[in-house]
């Protein structure tokens, strides 16, 4: 699972269902009306600005930032309270990650490091916004993504494809600009697949509601993807690829063993090199 610091939670299994896997008309509704507004942060479930102009609209409406879960707006966070649980659904996921974050650190003031996670996590959302995707949590230097198919239908897996389509290409572009010192060059590396994970709200230890967050196997496949990538690189499963309608053919193929994953991982590689198929144990 992506977090082991909070307890999964279950019930309200027939809601989360048709929230995350089918769509639910008046959180569609919401999303809908919402993601017209300008401003960021975003609610991450609503999509309702709670900064800058959209944000000052939605105060208007009495609808703000949640003072107890500040990335959610006041309303889904009374939302997640009154109907805990989850449900098991099919989804596709990009975990995304610096590379080297150590020595990036050693290379650059604390500050200057903050900054450039900062600006990692700022290409990487303005992509999401592009594609549709869904920030389910920010993990110190790494960012994991999700397609919910009640968010985004039935072409979740083009979608996240596209998305890591485009983060090898804007990350390369950045990296090989001039301007940009060595030092302040990030680079990452992404993993992309679609599984059946149990997405749903967690606890603190301490009992308190935390958010949504994401378990399973396929969950632990796509960090192990990641970890596996090389800089630049982006490694999504065979099947996501199909599933989003691309043809395999003419790419590279890549064999992996992950930790943890029974079998082999059989992986198209995006952007980095052209290295033949290699077997992987991250």
Known sequence: MVTSDYERQDGNEELWYQVFA????????KQRRFSLLPGNPRCKLCMAPLGGMGGWLMRLRHISRSERNPTYCNTCDGFLEAFPGGAEVPISMMMIDIRDSVGLSARNSPREFARLVGGMREDV?????KTDGFVLEFQ????FAVWPPGFVGETHASKAVTAAEEAVQRFARLNSDASNADASKVAVGMGVHTGQVFVGTVCAAAGRL?????????VNLVARLASAA??????????TYSSAGRDASASELRVLELKGIEG?????????????ATHQSP
């Open 210 to 218: 935390n958010g949504i967050s994401a378990f399973g196997l396929d």
């Open 140 to 143: 110190g230097d790494s960012v």
């Open 264 to 276: 082999e991982v059989s992986a198209v590689v995006l952007g980095g090199g052209t290295a033949e």
């Open 125 to 129: 959302m303005e992509i999401l916004r």
């Open 22 to 29: 089918k769509g639910h008309p008046l959180l569609a509704g």
């Open 230 to 239: 090389s800089a630049g690189e982006a490694l999504v499963t065979h099947s």
